[in-house]
């Protein structure tokens, strides 16, 4: 299984990215979503999307981030938008097999937000 990431990188205050992860080498794809972690602190959930739609976000996102998933391509998308400094982290792309159970991370990507 290969996710690959692509979108982050650096914007100011304010700016918007969109961050995409495509899966391959799995069939049976469960939920999808994207985690971050910050220097110096845990990973945390960003956002996940269920097989059949279904979003949930961190509380302090809701309103800025938007979780999407296309079934076809096997591709979970991430806008996010008025980005703040405190945004900035390597976000992880994750996807759950819907059998197994099992969890795959892809490498990171950087999002950067300078103020």
């Known amino acids: 299984v290969q996710l690959a990431e692509s979108g982050g990188g650096l914007v100011q205050a304010g700016g918007s990215l969109r961050l995409s992860c495509t899966a391959s080498?799995?069939?049976?794809?469960?939920?999808m979503g994207w985690y971050r972690q910050a220097p110096g602190k845990q990973r945390e959930v960003v956002a996940t999307i269920n097989k059949n739609g279904a979003a949930d976000y961190a509380d302090s996102l809701k309103g800025r981030f938007t979780i999407s998933r296309d079934g076809a391509s096997h591709t979970v998308s991430l806008q996010m938008n008025s980005l703040e400094p405190e945004d900035t982290a390597v976000y992880f792309c994750?996807?759950?097999?819907?059998?197994?159970?099992?969890?795959?991370w892809g490498q990171g990507t950087q999002v950067t937000v300078s103020s």
């Open positions: 080498g799995i069939f049976d794809i469960g939920t």
């Open positions: 994750y996807v759950r097999s819907l059998l197994t159970r099992r969890e795959y």
